[in-house]
């Protein structure tokens, strides 16, 4: 925001240096923390210790001090900079507050739906995410990286990088074989309707329990996984049938939470050059090969790296009766991505907490094969969402929950709470504010949640007009447009931000939230956690709504109000932003 002036200071201060002699190391800038007023701050202890190596014999502490001191008296006269503190030192600026205000919301008008957004890095980073089972519902326990993947994409863009969306759908394994045994003996010949993914799940759980109840099916679902793994054509072209059907489902569900993919990669491509990837490891004595005993492959991982203790421990990579694991396809998955896209920055892997161990191993033997790209992989775990009634999900035990359900009472509760607050919603405007909102009440709790903790999920909570929730946040943004709205006028045309003497408290929390939002954007990519972006935007909502009840706006003297209308106009966009980033729209009537 005051780079100009950073630079400005940064010349004076190289130019005093050079005329006294001090060897000016590189300056450091952080903001100041606020405190009712906005600055920034650097400090001259690596250019005092830098003189001390060169024999100057003063301690570096006294030494910053002094130098911090002499530094200031050269400051006096910036233009923008309040006042100059030399303390312990360090150089603190303070910015004049009505130029940071209005810079601040100039920026915001002037950037737009930019706002925030950072610098072009040149990276392309892969994320894969929502990674469904075909053959199975897609049920809540979906839902948290489906949600998650989607917002870290949004955020990851925002700050700069190209992102590729990847998704993997098991598309094979047991729980595939189990599907195809239950379609051919209980529903042969039947096709679905309309709620494909119910449907699709349905069968897979009746043919779960009819096992379970029956063992004397394992032997035909043994028979059947062998007329898979030779191919038969009769299987095989079953299998690729019933899986567009899931894959249709899938699109639908995607739609309706408004989430897109690039490219899918799915477990059956992965199978063959898996396996040739483990029969390569034993070649090079990587793996060591147990099959002539019976046992599988396996890779000693700490043994391999000669460790003493116990770290990655033993993974195995291939069955004893030589068909691929999960572990098997995940190997040659990996390569495929970097195959496919070969400038990869980074490939990350939005899966379960419960699977850290599986990526740490694959992505760990791929480095010992010498595979560089392993170093470029990262696993961003998450926790599992439990359901009021603490209902834990899980897709094996009865307590699936379905996705379809949930987005549908989301909905429709949603409709409840909007027919309440305002009666005079027209019919497209009340289905079109329940759809935000409801979505905007599922994905919110997720994305407010530190990643690796539990979300417990209830609907009072994510439907809360005056908590921390998406409607609060939503609703907010309505209010600004109403102001605006009723003043008539747009706020871009008006005169450039020229805030009074003395702001409301209220009006300078208000800024310093928006002041924060683009760094908040870089955190919150760096460290994977929407949450980041999740808290700014309640924190901005809050903050609106203590300026909403101090601080007329319409009804203000004409300065007064033609520079708060253009900070509404800013919050409205800040808003919209950082909820675009979380997935959630930000409704102009509610
Ligand atoms: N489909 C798997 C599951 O439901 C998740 C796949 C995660 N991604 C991967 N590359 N292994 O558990």
Request: proline share 4%; glycine share 6%; charged share 25%.
């Amino acid at each position: 925001m005051f780079e100009t002036e950073q630079n400005a200071i940064e010349t004076r201060i190289q130019a005093f240096c050079k005329e006294n002699d001090i060897p000016l190391a590189a300056l450091e800038w952080k903001p100041l923390p606020f405190s009712g007023e906005w600055g920034m701050s650097t400090s001259f202890f690596s250019t005092a210790a830098a003189e001390s190596r060169l024999g100057k014999k003063i301690g570096v502490a006294t030494r910053a001090q002094e130098i911090a001191s002499q530094v200031k008296a050269q400051l006096s006269d910036v233009p923008g900079i309040r006042r100059v503190e030399a303390v312990m030192g360090y150089l603190n600026l303070y910015y004049d507050t009505q130029e940071f205000t209005r810079r601040v919301v100039d920026s915001v008008l002037d950037k737009k739906d930019r706002f925030g957004s950072g610098p072009a890095t040149g990276q392309l980073v892969m994320i894969e995410f929502s990674q469904p089972n075909t053959h199975k519902a897609f049920h809540v326990g979906h839902l948290r990286g489906t949600i998650l993947g989607d917002a870290l994409c949004r955020i990851l863009e925002f700050a700069g990088n190209d992102i590729v969306r990847a998704n993997y759908p098991g598309d094979m394994g047991m729980h595939v074989i189990k599907w195809l045994w239950g379609y051919l003996k209980f529903h042969n010949g039947e096709e679905p309707a309309t709620d494909i993914t119910r449907w699709m799940g349905e069968v897979y759980a009746e043919a779960a329990h009819r096992i379970e109840q029956d063992p004397t099916f394992e032997a035909e679902l043994r028979a059947l996984y062998a007329r898979w793994d030779q191919r038969d054509p009769e299987i095989v072209a079953l299998w690729e049938r019933t899986r567009a059907w899931s894959m249709e489902g899938f699109r639908q569900i995607y739609a309706a939470l408004d989430v897109r993919f690039d490219v899918y990669y799915f477990n059956s491509q992965e199978e063959k050059p898996g396996k040739e990837m483990v029969e390569d490891l034993v070649r090079r004595g990587i793996a060591t090969d147990d099959r002539p005993n019976g046992g599988a492959v396996i890779v000693k991982i700490d043994e391999v790296l000669a460790l003493n203790k116990d770290q990655y421990r033993t993974a195995v990579v291939l069955r004893s009766d030589g068909t691929a694991l999960y572990a098997t396809e995940d190997l040659a998955l990996t390569l495929h991505k970097f195959r496919d896209y070969p400038h990869l920055a980074k490939s990350v892997y939005v899966v379960d907490v419960r699977q850290s161990l599986h990526f740490t191993q694959v992505f760990k033997i791929l480095e010992i094969a010498g595979y560089t790209q392993a170093q470029k992989c990262s696993h961003v775990p998450y926790e599992l969402v439990t359901l009021p009634g603490n209902v834990v999900v899980s897709s094996r035990e009865g307590t699936v929950v379905l996705l379809e359900d949930l987005l549908r009472e989301a909905t429709s509760r949603a409709r409840e709470e909007a027919k309440k607050k305002n009666p005079n919603l027209t019919a497209d405007q009340l289905d079109s504010v329940s759809k935000a909102v409801g979505l905007g009440a599922l994905k919110y709790p997720i994305l407010a949640r530190e990643n690796t903790k539990m979300v417990t999920f209830d609907w009072q909570t994510a439907l809360d007009f005056n908590g921390q929730a998406a409607p609060y946040i939503q609703y907010a943004h309505v209010r600004c447009n109403s102001i605006l709205k009723k003043a008539g006028v747009d706020p871009a045309n008006l005169p450039h931000s020229q805030f009074a003497n003395s702001l409301e408290p209220a009006e300078v929390e208000l800024i310093d939230w928006l002041s924060r939002f683009p760094a908040e954007v870089q955190r919150s990519a760096a460290e994977y956690k929407p949450l980041v972006i999740a808290s700014i935007a309640y924190d901005i909502a809050r903050a609106f709504a203590g300026f909403y009840d101090a601080c007329p706006v319409v009804q203000a003297a004409p300065d007064v109000r033609d520079a708060r209308l253009r900070l509404v106009a800013a919050v409205k966009i800040v808003l919209a932003n950082a909820l675009s980033l979380l997935g959630i729209t930000a409704p102009d009537v509610m």
